[in-house]
């Protein structure tokens, strides 16, 4: 139909504002009239159309493919399709003329020879879009993999693994079956309703099946040992289609669907379809590589969080360690500034009795002398130490320092109040006690620990170090463990 501009100059002129607004309001009226309360606008056209073949349009179902549309026992039309031409029905106000056919195949035939006016169920394909207009699709449901129950997992022709797939022998995917699933064992059959009873009789193992055929042999047959075990992201869509030669018809067709609501739809699909298809989301094989992952993550986060502890642990030893020798090193220099401080403020020294004359006659040390060896002896000891030598005597270290050893001797006893035993037992008690707060010493018994240290007896080794602890070794260790969060109950 033409469209006129209402504002364009020439035969009719500029139309005078009162007119324009009086042809608004014609179109809104003519608008609201024509359309119904689910907002289907058709045009006068559509309106007279549906007027003048009232009861004289055409449709020829397929007269057996359940659930989407079928004749029943009493000669009904009926299935999916069958509602909507209902709704439709009720909507227009008129009726359709049901043309029953023998077969699918003489379905197409009449509308090839255009016997029919709309054909209610058919997928769409280029050799039938030469001879026919398709509404978009009401009906999109999966081809899915029918098993029985004691099959567990989410399945798919790719995972059947060398089961036995039946399947309906005029389907489209006949032939991608035959071609590209060689690994399985195929059983065509000539329906349905035979595939899922073979399946349900352990005849085969699954069968690929459009979802709403599955659904409803499954309740009409009472096969409650099947289930949908996944979908084949392939889609088996229905539309109605209308001859070429009726772009009213079709117009009017693709309003009406367009008009149905998202609940109507539902109820039309719940009423005939009441199988779900499982998604690959909600599957055991999901679920099952979830829980894996998780178990997985979980042992990950434990193991990184016993590292953590572990070298958080061994962190906190080496600080102490480092802490402890700063410590040592900190006593060692007080030790020394306070040698040096008795020197500096010591009074000049008197004649020498005859025992003392003998015993220094040769080495008398002026302060600054005893000041540099007492460096170099504490320095060397605290870098060196020459006290884990268990052999090591007075002489030796001496040799090692290249001093006698009675200026050694005479440096001990003058500036640190020591004679040689104690000085070195004092070094290898020191150690003894940083390896007790060493984890790294933990397997190790006491007595190795001593050996470690320079000790070589476990009598001297036990006195000495209670003398300079006031504790046995076997508590001070424990002690230690106790401090350092070591459960020593065991």
Not at 60 to 66: E, G, I, N, R, S
Not at 86 to 106: G, P, Q, T, Y
Not at 209 to 226: C, F, M, R, V
Not at 341 to 352: C, I, Q, R, W, Y
Request: aromatic content about 12%; overall charge negative; charged content about 30%.
């Amino acid at each position: 139909m033409s469209k006129v501009n209402l504002f364009e100059k020439g035969k009719y002129g500029i139309m005078k504002k009162p007119f324009l607004i009086l042809a608004v309001l014609g179109i809104l009226f003519f608008i609201s009239c024509s359309g119904d309360e689910n907002g289907i606008v058709l045009t006068p056209e559509e309106i007279s159309w549906l007027k003048e073949h009232d009861g004289r349009i055409r449709i020829a179902p397929d007269p057996f493919d359940p659930p989407v549309e079928f004749f029943n026992e009493k000669g009904v039309y009926t299935g999916i399709s069958a509602d909507y031409i209902a709704l439709f029905e009720k909507r227009f106000k008129i009726k359709f003329d049901i043309v029953k056919a023998e077969s699918f195949e003489a379905v197409m035939a009449m509308a090839k020879n255009r016997e029919i006016d709309i054909v209610t169920a058919i997928s769409e394909s280029d050799e039938r879009k030469e001879f026919l207009n398709f509404t978009e699709p009401y009906i999109d449901d999966p081809i899915v993999i029918v098993v029985r129950k004691d099959t567990p997992g989410y399945l798919t022709t790719d995972n059947l693994g060398e089961k036995k797939l039946t399947y309906v022998k005029n389907y489209a995917l006949h032939r991608e079956l035959t071609e590209n699933y060689s690994h399985l064992q195929l059983l065509p059959v000539d329906d349905e309703r035979t595939g899922l009873r073979n399946v349900s009789f352990g005849v085969a193992d699954a069968m690929i099946i459009d979802l709403p055929s599955a659904s409803y042999y499954i309740e009409k047959d009472g096969l409650l040992n099947l289930r949908v075990a996944g979908d084949e992201n392939i889609y088996s869509r229905y539309s109605f289609a209308v001859r070429k030669d009726s772009p009213v018809l079709f117009s009017i067709m693709n309003k009406a669907l367009g008009g149905v609501s998202r609940k109507e739809h539902d109820e039309i699909r719940a009423k005939w379809i009441k199988l779900d298809h499982p998604t690959y989301w909600l599957s055991f094989e999901f679920i099952s590589t979830v829980s894996l992952l998780f178990a997985l993550l979980s042992v990950l986060t434990a193991v990184f969080f016993i590292y953590r502890m572990r070298m958080n642990r061994k962190l906190q030893e080496h600080i102490s360690a480092l802490i402890s020798e700063q410590s040592r090193t900190r006593d060692f220099e007080e030790k020394y500034r306070t040698a040096a401080a008795k020197l500096e403020t010591a009074p000049a020294p008197v004649e020498n009795t005859e025992e003392e004359h003998v015993k220094y006659e040769t080495s008398r040390l002026s302060d600054d002398t005893l000041k540099e060896y007492l460096r170099v002896l504490l320095k060397y000891m605290d870098e060196k130490k020459p006290y884990l030598n268990q052999n090591l005597s007075l002489k030796i270290l001496a040799d090692e320092l290249s001093m006698y050893p009675h200026h050694i001797s005479q440096l001990l006893s003058i500036c640190l109040d020591r004679n040689f035993n104690n000085f070195i037992s004092e070094y290898r008690v020191e150690d003894v006690k940083q390896m007790f707060m060493d984890a790294d010493y933990d397997e190790d018994t006491i007595l190795s620990i001593a050996f470690q240290a320079g000790f070589n007896s476990k009598a001297s080794f036990n006195s000495i170090f209670k003398k300079f602890t006031g504790s046995t070794p076997s508590q001070y260790r424990s002690a230690c463990l106790k401090k350092r969060g070591v459960d020593v109950t065991g």
